[in-house]
């Protein structure tokens, strides 16, 4: 989160620690051109230091034809932040290393986070790890680009729908990226667990459809203003072009629906028309607000188990989730916020949570917070397969999947097979801590454990 996911939530706690005052020291000047990988974009970013100021910066996504894009420029100490404000609000936050070669820290956009190590040009770039999962050409399978409408929202969205060679008709199954914006492969930090993932289940008979979010890649749309409400319906969009499709049993068509994704696949599920199977990865099941705190704790968790500092952030956490809940006015939220994230108005912690700020009263953030899946949990009547990694630390398995599960119960489904898998993480990835900081790290991008349980459940629901 992606808060979900595939989602990297960086909580308020860690920012704060993270852009805490250092010691004065006369540095040299960052002027240059740096450059840096997230996932498969290249990022450029032309710095002008002058001695005396004021500073000035630009940033260049070739992959995305942005070129230019005008960023603050701050570098207090030893420290380096950059924030885009348009076309989308994100901002790099790192640190020099001791050669002056590096700016190393996080790409923060939303609420999630990911490693970003900027170098000077002519520097060393740091290898990335191999991504020996990925699916490469030729697929024993067919392939196609493809568009579809959701005409509630009055857009087009872009995908591929790999259909299996054997002879149809074949069951189906659409594919729901985690929060924030994702293309259709949920790349993330060169991984593509969608594309595995639909090669996987397109090679075992399952014909599957994946698509990039509203305002990514070939879809039309914004996220501006989006809420898992709105991806509800393009959920319901997408579905209802897969039944329609020759070759597929028109009864037996599903979502599987990653994080945030799982919460738009059971908003759909409620619905007429819903799909005739789910599978939930990593899914919330306990009402947002709640979600957020259990996030926190089990984040900060991997830097302290004092029970004294646990209970702090705990009430700290919920502190915010009453303000937003509470304060309507963004403006009056906003300074609210402040005043519980940075009592002593520290100004490089004020710069640092900004970006943040903006999140917390956006309506995404808000609709999470209002979020109760228990009573959307009651409308869904079809099988459900819902999985967690123990080692998740965005969606934690063992509170999410139980009340999942009650939820689904409580409403008389009887269909329902939740499962906690053992050492995987918000990724579905075998990990040794769970810390969104190894998910690029790893070389795994999906296990495949997890995989075969995923097929085979969908193999034994899809019978003729």
């Given at each position: 989160?992606?808060?979900?996911?595939?989602?990297?939530?960086?909580?308020?706690?860690?920012?704060?620690?993270?852009?805490?005052?250092?010691?004065?020291?006369?540095?040299?000047?960052?002027?240059?051109?740096?450059?840096?990988?997230?996932?498969?974009?290249?990022?450029?970013?032309?710095?002008?230091?002058?001695?005396?100021?004021?500073?000035?910066?630009?940033?260049?996504?070739?992959?995305?034809?942005?070129?230019?894009?005008?960023?603050?420029?701050?570098?207090?100490?030893?420290?380096?932040?950059?924030?885009?404000?348009?076309?989308?609000?994100?901002?790099?936050?790192?640190?020099?290393?001791?050669?002056?070669?590096?700016?190393?820290?996080?790409?923060?956009?939303?609420?999630?986070?990911?490693?970003?190590?900027?170098?000077?040009?002519?520097?060393?770039?740091?290898?990335?790890?191999?991504?020996?999962?990925?699916?490469?050409?030729?697929?024993?399978?067919?392939?196609?680009?493809?568009?579809?409408?959701?005409?509630?929202?009055?857009?087009?969205?872009?995908?591929?729908?790999?259909?299996?060679?054997?002879?149809?008709?074949?069951?189906?199954?659409?594919?729901?990226?985690?929060?924030?914006?994702?293309?259709?492969?949920e790349t993330i930090l060169g991984h593509q667990?969608?594309?595995?993932?639909?090669?996987?289940?397109?090679?075992?008979?399952?014909?599957?459809?994946?698509?990039?979010?509203?305002?990514?890649?070939?879809?039309?749309?914004?996220?501006?203003?989006?809420?898992?409400?709105?991806?509800?319906?393009?959920?319901q969009a997408a579905l209802a072009w897969l039944?329609?499709?020759?070759?597929?049993?028109?009864?037996?068509?599903?979502?599987?629906?990653?994080?945030?994704?799982?919460?738009?696949?059971?908003?759909?599920?409620?619905?007429?028309?819903?799909?005739?199977?789910?599978?939930?990865?990593?899914?919330?099941?306990?009402?947002?607000?709640?979600?957020?705190?259990?996030?926190?704790?089990?984040?900060?968790?991997?830097?302290?188990?004092?029970?004294?500092?646990?209970?702090?952030?705990?009430?700290?956490?919920?502190?915010?989730?009453?303000?937003?809940?509470?304060?309507?006015?963004?403006?009056?939220?906003?300074?609210?916020?402040?005043?519980?994230?940075?009592?002593?108005?520290?100004?490089?912690?004020?710069?640092?949570?900004?970006?943040?700020?903006?999140?917390?009263?956006?309506?995404?953030?808000?609709?999470?917070?209002?979020?109760?899946?228990?009573?959307?949990?009651?409308?869904?009547?079809?099988p459900v397969l819902a999985l967690g990694g123990?080692?998740?630390?965005?969606?934690?398995?063992?509170?999410?999947?139980?009340?999942?599960?009650?939820?689904?119960?409580?409403?008389?489904?009887?269909?329902?097979?939740?499962?906690?898998?053992?050492?995987?993480?918000?990724?579905?990835?075998?990990?040794?801590?769970?810390?969104?900081?190894?998910?690029?790290?790893?070389?795994?991008?999906?296990?495949?454990?997890?995989?075969?349980?995923?097929?085979?459940?969908?193999?034994?629901?899809?019978?003729?």
């Amino acid at each position: 989160m992606n808060l979900l996911n595939r989602a990297l939530l960086t909580t308020a706690a860690a920012l704060l620690s993270f852009a805490s005052a250092h010691a004065q020291t006369a540095l040299p000047s960052l002027t240059g051109d740096w450059s840096g990988t997230l996932g498969p974009l290249e990022f450029t970013a032309h710095l002008a230091d002058p001695a005396g100021g004021p500073r000035t910066a630009t940033l260049d996504i070739p992959a995305q034809s942005a070129n230019g894009l005008v960023m603050q420029f701050t570098a207090p100490t030893d420290s380096v932040y950059l924030r885009l404000r348009q076309p989308v609000a994100a901002q790099f936050a790192g640190r020099r290393s001791a050669d002056g070669q590096q700016l190393t820290g996080e790409w923060q956009q939303g609420l999630r986070s990911f490693p970003l190590t900027f170098s000077r040009a002519g520097g060393t770039k740091a290898a990335g790890p191999n991504r020996p999962q990925t699916p490469q050409p030729p697929f024993p399978y067919q392939s196609a680009e493809v568009t579809f409408k959701n005409e509630k929202a009055g857009i087009t969205l872009a995908g591929t729908y790999t259909v299996p060679a054997d002879m149809g008709p074949f069951p189906a199954v659409v594919l729901l990226t985690g929060s924030g914006p994702e293309d259709r492969n949920e790349t993330i930090l060169g991984h593509q667990p969608f594309a595995v993932l639909a090669d996987y289940l397109t090679r075992h008979g399952i014909a599957v459809l994946r698509f990039d979010d509203r305002g990514v890649g070939q879809s039309g749309g914004t996220q501006k203003g989006m809420t898992s409400a709105d991806y509800t319906t393009d959920a319901q969009a997408a579905l209802a072009w897969l039944r329609a499709q020759p070759g597929i049993r028109k009864n037996q068509v599903g979502l599987l629906g990653h994080s945030e994704g799982g919460t738009a696949a059971i908003g759909a599920a409620g619905q007429p028309a819903g799909p005739d199977f789910l599978v939930l990865l990593a899914a919330p099941g306990v009402a947002g607000d709640e979600l957020i705190v259990q996030q926190s704790l089990a984040l900060v968790g991997l830097n302290t188990s004092d029970p004294a500092q646990l209970a702090a952030i705990e009430k700290q956490q919920r502190s915010m989730t009453r303000i937003i809940q509470k304060t309507p006015d963004d403006a009056q939220a906003h300074t609210q916020l402040m005043a519980l994230y940075n009592p002593t108005n520290d100004p490089n912690t004020a710069a640092a949570m900004e970006a943040q700020y903006a999140v917390m009263v956006s309506p995404f953030y808000r609709h999470l917070l209002a979020d109760r899946p228990a009573q959307t949990l009651a409308k869904v009547h079809c099988p459900v397969l819902a999985l967690g990694g123990s080692k998740d630390r965005q969606v934690p398995a063992a509170l999410n999947l139980a009340a999942t599960a009650a939820g689904l119960k409580a409403a008389g489904n009887r269909d329902v097979t939740t499962k906690e898998l053992p050492g995987l993480n918000h990724l579905f990835q075998t990990a040794a801590t769970g810390s969104p900081a190894e998910y690029a790290t790893i070389e795994e991008t999906f296990a495949p454990a997890a995989l075969a349980l995923i097929g085979d459940w969908i193999a034994q629901h899809t019978r003729k």
